[in-house]
């Protein structure tokens, strides 16, 4: 089985800043892409950010030069560096992985969401 846990969402003044991490565990093979979705109230779920198995990163334009994205290999872990925090920014965001995946001796490619977690900014 495959887990994405997520953790640093919460609540923040505009202007502010704050770190989401997303850790991958299981029977992963290798990683194709890592990033994040958010969805605010009303709305649907939208890109932010993603990154390749390589250095190769995409930003929504809403977020270029103010969100960074990096990752640790050896951790299977991504990190989105939200800085200059705005109200807009507020929802629920996702960790997603494309991944490719070995089960009972079988190797597949599938995409796995993380449970999502809150980021709140005030004015």
């Known amino acids: 089985q495959v887990q994405l846990v997520e953790s640093g969402g919460g609540l923040v003044q505009a202007g502010g800043s704050l770190r989401l991490s997303c850790a991958a565990s299981?029977?992963?093979?290798?990683?194709?892409?890592m990033g994040w979705y958010r969805q605010a109230p009303g709305k649907q779920r939208e890109l932010v950010a993603i990154?390749?198995?390589?250095?190769?990163?995409n930003y929504s334009d809403f977020v270029k030069g103010r969100f960074t994205l990096f990752r640790d290999n050896a951790k299977n872990t991504v990190y989105l560096q939200m800085n200059s925090l705005k109200p807009e920014d507020t929802a629920v965001y996702y960790c997603n992985a494309d991944l490719n995946v070995q089960r009972w001796g079988l190797y597949s490619r599938r995409q796995y969401w993380g449970q999502g977690t809150q980021v709140s900014v005030s004015t």
């Open positions: 299981g029977s992963i093979v290798s990683i194709n892409t």
């Open positions: 990154i390749t198995s390589g250095t190769s990163t």
